[in-house]
């Protein structure tokens, strides 16, 4: 007999989302305003019992779910980004006929999330990829009247499509050729894929089925359309959860499953870390959309994380891990700010309605909303890497473990990328403190500012005290060593 209580928080999130959609059929749109608070509660509840369930080690359902440091490390992050979306929802949610459809959905996709970062057998991680992807594809067309949000959905529902196709042909031929879809077995079995020419096969499928997950380049044509076309409340748990998903996942795949094939697949993620990080960066100084700009910027930050791969060092790992953390936190943070002035700009029917999240939009922010400027200003930094924020000491370990692992060249090109995103950073605070506001200035909802704040907590918190969540990480890492 299964322990259920070692998915306590899996069950408090699913829960949750079954309570919130089948009580809100029967209530008023202006009623439904509850339902907001109740799945803000909800994960709450779950991110709690996550919590106090560190240092738990389980395997259930005959070795499908592992329940381990890493598992739980990630469930943290996937729960932070989607308190922190369900707060700022809402608002966003106020006075609509479909508030119990959209709170729902956010919480089958962190339900989804979190079963991927225990799965540790790829039909399970599938079908949980899976669960989180079809929430979100619904999730980003949600404003069904939006010609941008629609084809945001629409590009990110087709591609996700063809991704998915990839990578259960790609777990097809690790089937073939090892006999199993178990994590554990598998790396028991991986010399016969390493004997294999079918093993590189799987790979390249494997990577390029993760790589859409992750938005790396050259997967990631979707994401830009998607985050800028998608409600603010919804880019953040797509930029800040959903990606984390990949990685997590990428992580059991390739480090431990598929181990006897690290010089093939650690090659691939050189290229794919160097490459999108660059091309992120050059692309993002040039965009006139925040959000889109902000995407670009995601791109980047990918690149960074998947120098772990590339590393493979146990400081490495575990600064990877720990980025994945941190960038929840500043990314989630960044697109609610956008989506605060969105609302702004909507609202009192001032400046580009087309393309609400214009550069033009943030002129005079710090005099029109000051909260938002402000928490802005530190998630951009903190992106960028400027101390004492989560973003700084997440580069600062990564990039000295690559210099400490020989990888000097490495480090020196992501630092210069780092650089370079100063540059487009620094121009979106110029807009914020340094140029004439366009319109009065407007007091900001509570959802949006309790949503900021608690992101700007968060990035504050790993910047100024890393330690506990830095040994978080490193438990998580020893998972994979």
């Known amino acids: 007999m299964e322990n259920l209580m070692f998915l306590a928080p899996e069950l408090a999130v699913v829960v949750t989302g079954l309570i919130v959609l089948l009580i809100g059929v029967f209530m008023s749109p202006q009623a439904k305003n509850v339902l907001g608070y109740l799945a803000t509660l909800g994960v709450l509840a779950a991110l709690a019992l996550t919590i106090q369930s560190f240092g738990t080690e389980a395997t259930m359902f005959f070795g499908t779910l592992s329940i381990d440091a890493l598992s739980q490390f990630f ?42 970062a225990s799965a540790n057998d790829l039909i399970l991680l599938f079908c949980a990829f899976e669960l989180a992807s079809l929430a979100t594809f619904a999730l980003a067309g949600f404003e069904k009247k939006n010609a941008r949000s629609l084809e945001g959905a629409m590009k990110y529902f087709i591609i996700g499509a063809i991704s998915s196709a990839l990578m259960l042909f790609g777990i097809s031929y690790v089937y073939g050729a090892t006999g199993t879809t178990s994590i ?31 938005a790396l380049v050259p997967f990631y044509m979707w994401a830009p359309d998607a985050y800028q076309g998608s409600p603010s409340v919804v880019s953040s748990l797509l930029a800040a959860g959903s990606k984390k998903m990949g990685f997590v996942a990428a992580f059991r795949v390739f480090i431990v499953a598929l181990a006897a094939l690290q010089p093939d697949w650690q090659f691939a993620f050189t290229l794919l870390a160097v490459v999108t990080m660059t091309f992120g960066n050059v692309v993002a100084v040039s965009q006139t959309s925040v ?18 791969f590339v590393v493979m060092t146990p400081m490495a790992l575990t600064g990877g891990i720990f980025y994945t953390l941190a960038h929840a936190f500043m990314k989630a943070g960044a697109f609610i700010a956008a989506g605060a002035v969105v609302w702004m700009i909507t609202s009192q029917k001032t400046g580009n309605l087309d393309i609400p999240d214009h550069l033009d939009s943030f002129r005079g922010l710090g005099k029109r909303m000051p909260l938002a400027a402000l928490s802005m200003t530190v998630f951009v930094f903190a992106l960028a890497g400027i101390p004492p924020t989560a973003g700084f000491m997440a580069k600062l ?48 909802p509570f959802p949006y500012a309790a949503a900021l704040l608690l992101a700007v907590a968060g990035v504050l918190a790993m910047g100024i005290w890393p330690e506990p969540f830095m040994q978080w990480a490193m438990d998580a890492a020893q998972v994979l060593i």
């Open 397 to 444: 370990v990564l990039f000295s473990s690559t210099i400490q692992a020989g990888m000097t060249w490495l480090a020196v090109i992501a630092i210069l990328n780092s650089a370079l995103s100063l540059f487009y950073y620094a121009r979106l605070v110029r807009y914020m403190y340094f140029l004439p506001p366009e319109g009065k200035k407007i007091g900001m």
């Open 291 to 308: 959000k889109r700009m902000l995407a670009y910027s995601s791109l980047a930050q990918a690149g960074y994380i998947a120098m772990a």
């Open 75 to 116: 469930k943290l992050v996937f729960l932070a980004v989607s308190l922190i979306v369900s707060l700022a929802s809402i608002k966003y949610n106020e006075n609509s006929d479909h508030t119990e459809e959209f709170y729902s959905l956010v919480l089958f996709a962190t339900f989804g999330m979190m079963v991927v």
């Open 184 to 214: 554990p077995m598998i790396a028991e079995n991986a010399t016969l894929l390493a004997e294999n020419p079918i093993g590189l096969v799987a790979v390249v499928l494997l990577i390029a089925g993760f790589g859409f997950k992750m």
